[in-house]
């Protein structure tokens, strides 16, 4: 299964881990894992153990799910954003990123 997909959000390789997952998603393992199950049980991805990681893959299903949706939260995102000036959206830039670094440190 090929697990190509949008704008380098994570699904342009094939296969990322559970745990790669759960550090981009900022949640627990245990989160992803049951994501994941539903996410399979719908078609969506396939999950493939190998040594000791399971790897994940989005099936043509998924692939065709997030080229669809993706694209829509992106401008939903965009359009939130619309009222800030560009310094505004340079501070929350930094601001997420800083916040995202602190949240990585804690696990």
Known sequence: ????????NGYGR???????????????KGNVSQLLVKMGDAGLVDRRK???????????????LAETSIPLEEDRISQSCTGLTDVQLEELVDLLGLWERQTRNLA
């Open 50 to 64: 190998d040594g000791r990681c399971r790897y994940v893959w989005l099936t043509e299903k998924g692939r065709r």
């Open 1 to 8: 299964m090929n697990a190509s997909g949008p704008r380098g």
């Open 14 to 28: 094939e296969g990322v881990t559970q745990q790669e997952l759960s550090n981009r998603l900022l949640v627990t």
